[in-house]
């Protein structure tokens, strides 16, 4: 379950970076909410999957609440889910 973690993890700050840094200006600079359209509901899954599988691995890779506090943030703060990969996943 840490590899499916560690790709969901890296899919969902690839799709927030999208998200927020060419889908966001392109809506509101070019007036154009196709691409907002198009890459919101794949993030908001990989979200939803990320903070699911965050809690599932919550016990098995022995995270204290700091830690799972933190893995929680990241997936709010531009490129914070790259860190946690990093930081927690790799082996």
Request: proline share 3%.
């Amino acid at each position: 379950m840490k590899n499916t973690f560690r790709i969901v993890s890296i899919l969902e700050g690839i799709s927030y970076i999208l998200l927020l840094f060419i889908a966001v200006p392109i809506k509101y600079f070019g007036h154009d909410e196709s691409y907002v359209k198009m890459l919101g509901m794949p993030h908001g899954l990989l979200f939803v999957a990320y903070l699911f599988l965050a809690y599932m691995l919550k016990g098995e890779l022995k995270w204290d609440n700091t830690t799972f506090r933190n893995i929680l943030l990241a997936s709010i703060i531009p490129f914070g889910t790259f860190y946690v990969d990093k930081k927690y996943l790799r082996s």
